[in-house]
């Protein structure tokens, strides 16, 4: 596997600003969950490549080593409000 760069997020975020590769994802929640996507876009408009949900007061670890995504634009993370935190692994 290629050197990893981790990006933490709690709002909707650009993330990378051209073609990325998804290794990882760790969700986590406080009091609330929510739902999240990862587009393949410049903005919130692009296809959803990755979505789940987060738990309240908890984590999930969705490992993508085996099979890795691939983001032909970019990517870019939908968060909602503030209560979930994302932590993507990829490569640009």
Do not use: C, H
């Not at 903005?43 to 890795?68: H, K, V």
């Not at 032909?72 to 979930?84: C, M, R």
């Amino acid at each position: 596997m290629p050197f990893v760069q981790t990006k933490i997020t709690s709002a909707d975020l650009r993330v990378t600003t051209g073609p990325t590769i998804v290794y990882g994802i760790l969700a986590a929640a406080a009091g609330t969950g929510g739902l999240w996507q990862l587009n393949d876009s410049a903005d919130d408009s692009g296809t959803d490549m990755i979505s789940g949900f987060a738990q309240a007061s908890g984590e999930t670890y969705i490992d993508l080593s085996n099979n890795p995504v691939q983001f032909n634009v970019s990517l870019w993370a939908d968060v909602p409000g503030t209560n979930v935190i994302l932590t993507i692994f990829y490569t640009e």
